[in-house]
Each structure stands twice: as C-alpha cells, then as structure tokens.
C-alpha cells in the first residue's frame, strides 16, 4: 500500500488503494524468481508492450507473500495469465488465522498476462527503485513486529521465573536468572532506540538503508525452550530472519557501507547512523 501511496497515479489509488484501505482487498507483492533470489536485478520475467494500450507479461515468480530496466505492474486476480503453481507451506500461522496474518507462500507462473497500460505503476523502468522503497519500510514494521515478540518473550519467561521453584529456591531469587533478565531487558531498550531512530530518518525524508539492515541483523535472531509447536514464538518468529532479504545479506550490505563512508569520509560514522542524530 505504501507502494501504491507514494507512486500510484489517482486512477490507480481510487481504483486500487481505497478497497485495500477499506478491507475490501487484499494485495500480494509478487518480486522474488528462482534464479534471481536475493538479487532483485537478476529478474527475468519480462514485459512487452502491444500496442499501446496494454503490456504482456511472461515469467514465474515464488515465495510470493501476503534497477533502472525494471518496471512494476499492478494485476487484478484472478486473471487466465495467473496461475498459483503450489502452495508451499511455511512455519508460520495456520488455519482460519493464516490469512489474516498473510500466511504462506505460492509460487506464480506468468503467461502471456496481458495488463493494461494504465496499470503500470510508477512508470517505465522505475520499479526496482519502488521495490527498494517499499522493503525500506516493510523492514521497519518487520523490526516492530520483532521487539513485540521479544517484550512477549521476556513477560513469558519473567513469568515461569517469578513461579518456578528449584532446590528450594525460586528462580527469582537467583542472582544468575536476574542477570540473565536483565541482559534481555538491555537487549529490548537497545532494540527500541534502534528502531525509534530508524523512524526518526525516514520521517525526515532521510535514506534508511543501511539503518534497516544494521537492525535486521541485531533484531531478527530467536531462540527457543525446544522450539515446538507449543511455543507462542515458534512460527512467526523463527521466520524473522528471512523477511525482506536474509540476515546474511545484510551482514554484506552493512559490511560494504562501512568501507564505503570510510574511505569517502575518513570515519564510519554515516554507515552506523551518525549522518543524522
């Protein structure tokens, strides 16, 4: 929707935006192939123009979920150039509760999908450009969702503390277990002020890139008491890390930037969040 807000032409909002806004539609952001993976310009689904009044697209995409040559399309399902080819199950929430929370993902073959020109969104060749603005912050609510899972997590676990009694001493009471609470209270505050300067750059208008990715690699690491199905965290949050690109990813991308605003400025300084307090 950010997409759509920012990019979007008046027809395209009033046609598109207002229904998603009211609950009326649901949207699917269809960006990853097999071959290209986390490389966004390494895509081969291809448009072509016929005529003047439409685009015909061929190409298949996956992990489907709720660059100056590429270009973004909007398409109305279902549509005969649309096929989901399998669903592929995920870790994430099942039944009735998967599709409020846009569980799940298919992969898509795109077949001589015909999609009117007043469908292009953003223009001709800007799309990889709007994909980067769309994850940009897609990966800011992703490190939201993160901090309330990992508050969760600490009343969970505060919780059998404060009630779990060993050798005739409740966890409480011992000095390790506290240390060990207080050492995820720290990690949670850090976690916040992360995130609470990452909204402050982007509310400036500021590039957050490098902020998002810095977070993705604190934020997006779990653990588990055995990792079953019973534990609350067990399906959403193991999936963290693989959200809007994977960890090691942007371990890379951070990495590359360090070196990057060093060697431009003589400190790292802008590549760790100290081009704008």
């Not at 040559?69 to 509760?97: C, K, Q, W």
């Not at 059998?160 to 990690?187: P, S």
């Not at 399906?235 to 060093?262: D, E, S």
Request: aromatic share 6%.
């Amino acid at each position: 929707m950010m997409t759509l807000l920012a990019h979007g032409t008046e027809h395209q909002k009033e046609k598109y935006l207002k229904p998603l806004l009211n609950g009326e539609k649901r949207i699917c952001y269809s960006m990853t192939e097999k071959a290209a993976g986390a490389d966004a310009t390494g895509m081969q689904t291809r448009a072509v123009k016929d005529g003047n009044e439409n685009y015909v697209l061929n190409g298949e995409k996956w992990f489907s979920s709720a660059a100056s040559r590429y270009s973004t399309f909007i398409v109305e399902l279902p549509n005969p150039g649309y096929r989901i080819v399998r669903d592929i199950e995920t870790m994430a929430v099942h039944g009735p509760l998967s599709e409020v929370l846009g569980g799940g993902h298919s992969e898509v073959e795109i077949k001589d999908l015909v999609v009117p020109a007043e469908d292009l969104l953003g223009g001709e060749g800007n799309g990889f450009n709007m994909g980067q603005h769309r994850l940009a912050y897609g990966r800011l609510r992703h490190g939201m969702h993160n901090v309330s899972m990992a508050q969760r997590a600490l009343d969970l676990a505060t919780a059998h503390v404060v009630k779990r009694e060993t050798f005739g001493k409740l966890l409480k009471e011992r000095q390790g277990v506290q240390w060990m609470l207080a050492d995820c209270a720290a990690e949670i505050y850090k976690a916040r002020l992360m995130l609470l300067h990452i909204a402050y750059k982007a509310e400036k208008g500021a590039d957050i890139r490098q902020e998002n990715s810095i977070a993705k690699i604190f934020l997006a690491q779990y653990g588990a008491s055995g990792g079953g199905h019973g534990d609350p965290a067990a399906r959403r949050a193991r999936l963290q890390p693989r959200y809007a690109a994977c960890r090691m990813v942007h371990r890379w991308t951070v990495g590359r930037n360090v070196i990057k605003a060093f060697e431009r400025d003589g400190t790292t300084a802008a590549a760790c969040g100290g081009d704008l307090l």
